[in-house]
């Protein structure tokens, strides 16, 4: 089946430092989304991404879809934005089954 | 409303019961589906309901998991005779993917999850 890595697994880092994430994943994709998992567990959308560059305020992602990763770059860290990333794909092969892969996460802690 | 429910938040159960979950989707979302998130791992797709479609079952770690949705609203998922292994945090989730003729076109959404629903089986 399809593999989706995420690195690094664990990330600690000041309050106002900059961070990137990384998503690979080992075959075509439909559909890429990046998650928030707060520390209540609630999973929430950052990006929909199957290609291409969007940006939301201080949060931005890259997919390139040729390649197989996705990149999600967090500027100005707070810390709100401790908790784990996820990335997840739906494979372009999966059609008719619209399921999404999860990676493993970053969890990330950002330091006051 | 304005978001995936579910229900209960918490379940505590002894081995050997049975229990059941809720969801309730976006109104209007096609697509709904169940994942579970064991502690501290990233989330296993369960099943997938689309539409009228027959739902895609291929998820289920067992013959004591069944899924049930009536229509394009509510699911329930059924576990029966709980084991101390089925102990994870039970997301839902839906979008409004659409079809408009199988394998010739999809349009994917981005899938919206609820809280979840803890399930600790003792």
């Known amino acids: 089946g399809i593999q989706v890595e995420q690195s690094p697994p664990d990330l600690i880092l000041q309050e106002g430092a900059n961070s990137t994430l990384r998503c690979n994943f080992s075959?075509?994709?439909?559909?890429l989304q990046w998650f928030h998992q707060n520390p209540w567990g609630q999973l929430i959308n950052l990006f929909y991404?199957?290609?291409g560059t969007k940006q939301n305020g201080r949060l931005s992602a890259t997919t390139v879809a040729t390649e197989r990763y996705s990149l999600l770059y967090i500027s100005s860290s707070q810390t709100t934005d401790s908790g784990v990333y996820f990335c997840?794909?739906?494979?372009?092969?999966?059609?008719?089954?619209?399921?999404?892969?999860f990676g493993t996460g970053t969890r990330l802690t950002i330091i006051p | 409303g304005a978001g995936v429910s579910q229900s209960p938040s918490n379940k505590v159960t002894e081995k050997g019961k049975d229990v059941e979950l809720r969801c309730d989707p976006i109104?209007?979302?096609?697509?709904l589906y169940w994942y579970r998130q064991r502690l501290g791992q990233g989330l296993e797709f369960l099943i997938y309901?689309?539409?009228?479609?027959?739902?895609?079952k291929s998820g289920l770690p067992s013959d004591r998991f069944s899924a049930e949705r009536t229509g394009e609203s509510v699911s329930t998922l059924t576990i029966q005779r709980t084991q101390q292994e089925d102990s994870a945090v039970y997301l839902c989730?839906?979008?409004?993917?659409?079809?408009?003729?199988?394998?010739?076109?999809?349009?994917?959404?981005?899938?919206?999850f609820g809280p979840g629903t803890r399930l600790l089986v003792l």
């Open positions: 309901f689309q539409g009228n479609s027959a739902p895609d």
């Open positions: 989730a839906s979008s409004s993917n659409s079809r408009t003729h199988i394998r010739v076109s999809m349009k994917v959404e981005t899938q919206y």
């Open positions: 991404i199957p290609s």
């Open positions: 997840a794909v739906d494979l372009l092969s999966n059609f008719g089954n619209e399921k999404l892969t």
């Open positions: 075959d075509s994709v439909n559909n």
């Open positions: 109104s209007g979302h096609t697509a």
